[in-house]
């Protein structure tokens, strides 16, 4: 019934930025968590940042100081901003809500 929306891959050229939205098509009510993960052709999914209900965040090590999560919990919404894109950055990014909801993936490529 709920469907998250991504929005805002691209193409990029190494040291860029983008942000990348997630709005679910629906309310959704008693959010624990939202976070990102990303996947390369041949890699595992891995985690890239999370955001607790208290406004607590974590980052894998490789992302940060340049990458940003935040959240509008009154439209279920999950923003992620990246600058100084680096290529191995390159992947399908893909949102997730705690309840058990995922976006579909937007593809984000950085450019050497």
């Known amino acids: 019934q709920v469907q998250l929306v991504e929005s805002g891959g691209g193409l990029v050229q190494a040291g860029g930025s983008l942000r990348l939205s997630c709005a679910a098509s629906?309310?959704?009510?008693?959010?624990?968590?939202m976070a990102w993960y990303r996947q390369a052709p041949g890699h595992q999914r891995d985690l890239v940042a999370i955001?607790?209900?208290?406004?607590?965040?974590n980052y894998a090590d490789s992302v940060k100081g340049r990458f940003t999560i935040s959240r509008d919990n009154a439209k279920s919404t999950v923003y992620l901003q990246m600058n100084s894109l680096k290529p191995e950055d390159t992947a399908v990014y893909y949102c997730y809500i705690s309840p058990g909801y995922w976006g579909q993936g937007t593809q984000v490529t950085v450019s050497s």
């Open positions: 629906r309310t959704i009510s008693s959010i624990n968590a």
């Open positions: 955001i607790r209900s208290g406004g607590s965040t």
